[in-house]
């Protein structure tokens, strides 16, 4: 089931509810205790491998001006 989320900006001196913030929103699904398969696993270790070989390649090269 997809949740469908409405997302706009806000004055600082509007007071949001924590609950209702979409980082609050975001962490409460990331921490979401599910049963993860061996394909989801395989698939969080290619994402770190993919994240890490491209921050070396970044090392390697100089800023672009």
């Known amino acids: 089931m ?8 806000y004055k600082s001196e509007e007071n949001l509810a924590r609950e209702d ?20 696993t395989d698939m969080v270790i290619n994402r770190i491998i993919d994240n890490a070989s491209v921050a070396i390649a970044s090392l390697n090269r100089a800023p672009i001006v």
């Open 21 to 40: 913030q979409l980082a609050y929103k975001i962490a409460k699904v990331a921490a979401d205790p599910v049963a993860v398969t061996d394909d989801v």
């Open 2 to 9: 997809v949740k469908e989320h409405h997302v706009r900006v």
